[in-house]
C-alpha cells in the first residue's frame, strides 16, 4: 500500500522540520500514537530507534534518512509489519511544504489493501491537518480529545 500527502505549513522549514524529526512530538499531532520515546542517546539523526505505544499496539522504528531541514524517513522495526513514512520539507514562501510519504507492506491482497489505503491516508491527512494547526496556532485538540500548547522553546504542554 503506498500513498502520498502534502500540505502547506506557514511555518519556517527550520522549525517544521525540529518539531516533526522530534518524534517524541507525535503523540501530540497523531492521536492514534499514545506515547513516543527515544531508546538512543539523544543527537538525533539516522539510526535513532524509537519505541511508540499506540492505540492498539507498539512498536518501535529507526531513522533510515537524515537531511536536515529537507528529510526524515523511518522504517519500522519486525515484528512490526513494514511501514516507511518518508517526510519532505521544501520551503513555500515563508512556509513549509510537507510531503508525508507511506509505504505499508499489509500482507493483504491488492484489492483489499485497496479499501484500506483510503481509510489510512485520509486518517494521516487528518493527523497531518493537526501538526498544521498545532504548529501554526500554538494549540490544538486531537481527535480524541487530548488538547496542547506550543511552549516558546517548541515542546507541547498538555
Do not use: C
Request: proline share 6%.
Amino acid at each position: 500500500m503506498h500513498f502520498t500527502n502534502t500540505l502547506v505549513i506557514d511555518r519556517p522549514v527550520t522549525e517544521t522540520f525540529a518539531f516533526v524529526s522530534d518524534f517524541e512530538n507525535m503523540p501530540k499531532w497523531n492521536y492514534f500514537v499514545e506515547e513516543t520515546t527515544s531508546e538512543s542517546p539523544p543527537g538525533g539523526g539516522a539510526g535513532m530507534i524509537y519505541r511508540q505505544r499506540r492505540r492498539t499496539d507498539e512498536q518501535r522504528f529507526v531513522v533510515t534518512d537524515f537531511e536536515p531541514d529537507q528529510l526524515v524517513a523511518v522504517r519500522t522495526l519486525p515484528p512490526a509489519r513494514d511501514l516507511q513514512m518518508r517526510f519532505t520539507f521544501q520551503p513555500n514562501g515563508g512556509g513549509t511544504r510537507l510531503t508525508d510519504d507511506w509505504t505499508l507492506e499489509t500482507g493483504l491482497p491488492r484489492w483489499l489493501e485497496g479499501i484500506g489505503a483510503s481509510r489510512i491516508s485520509s486518517a494521516v491527512r487528518d493527523n497531518l491537518g493537526k501538526l498544521k494547526e498545532l504548529l501554526e496556532t500554538g494549540r490544538v485538540r486531537l481527535q480524541d480529545g487530548r488538547a496542547g500548547t506550543v511552549l516558546s522553546e517548541g515542546r507541547i504542554r498538555s
